[in-house]
């Protein structure tokens, strides 16, 4: 079983940016696809991006380039960097692994507890 602990988030104005962090542990992640979903209050989880072991990047299209998924694979660690933050943005972000990548959907992913992004000024 894969353990992901996700860290990062916080308040951040309109226009801004952050970067969140997720740690990767158990069998296998070195292989797996790490990535990110979303999901605001009201609304079903949706997939932000991921990143293979090997470096191929994946992004939801409302992400529109404001966004970067990268690993760290000595770590284990993928980083997403957030910038032009917008209201729309507000939202529980989880680490997932393995992640959805152009080879399909995982049928049962692991989860992280997720980390609160708020955008508000």
């Known amino acids: 079983q894969v353990q992901l602990v996700e860290s990062g988030g916080g308040l951040v104005q309109p226009g801004g940016s952050l970067t969140l962090s997720c740690v990767a542990s158990?069998?296998?992640?070195?292989?797996?696809?790490l990535g990110w979903y979303r999901q605001a209050p009201g609304k079903p989880r949706e997939f932000v991006a991921s990143?293979?072991?090997?470096?191929?990047?994946h992004y939801a299209g409302f992400v529109a380039g404001r966004f970067s998924i990268s690993r760290d694979s000595a770590k284990n660690t993928v980083l997403l960097q957030m910038s032009s933050l917008e209201s729309a943005d507000t939202a529980v972000y989880y680490c997932?692994?393995?992640?959805?990548?152009?080879?399909?959907?995982?049928?049962?992913?692991?989860w992280g507890r997720g980390t609160q992004v708020t955008v508000s000024s």
């Open positions: 997932t692994a393995p992640a959805p990548t152009e080879t399909g959907i995982p049928t049962n992913p692991s």
């Open positions: 990143i293979t072991a090997s470096g191929k990047t």
């Open positions: 158990g069998p296998l992640v070195s292989m797996y696809a």
